[in-house]
Nanobody, 119 residues
């Protein structure tokens, strides 16, 4: 089993910054990719950013140039640096780890961390 623990959420004013962390532990064999998603109550969970095992990154259009995803392989930790935050970034942020095992993929989710941006 894989456990993911997010941290770093909180309340910040518009224009401010936060850094989210996602620490992975447990039976981590082959990580295909990791990512951050966010969800507003009553809406679908949406992609924010992903990073593959080779370091390739992908961002949702509204966060490009403001958010940066990164990984520390030695610590099995993923980060999301969020700058120039806007009220519309308010959501619960979840981390996702996709691992592979003999050709099958497995997704693991963290418990989420609340980010609130005040105007």
């Amino acid at each position: 089993q894989v456990q993911l623990v997010e941290s770093g959420g909180g309340l910040v004013q518009a224009g401010g910054s936060l850094r989210l962390s996602c620490a992975a532990s447990g039976s981590i064999d082959s990580i295909k990719a990791m990512g951050w998603y966010r969800q507003v109550f009553g809406k679908q969970r949406e992609l924010v950013a992903t990073i593959t095992s080779s370091g390739s990154t992908n961002y949702e259009d509204s966060v490009k140039g403001r958010f940066t995803i990164s990984r520390d392989h030695a610590k099995n930790t993923m980060y999301l640096q969020m700058n120039s935050l806007k009220p519309e970034d308010t959501a619960v942020y979840y981390c996702l780890l996709t691992s592979t095992w003999y050709g099958d993929e497995y997704d693991y989710w963290g418990q989420g961390t609340q980010v609130t941006v005040s105007s």
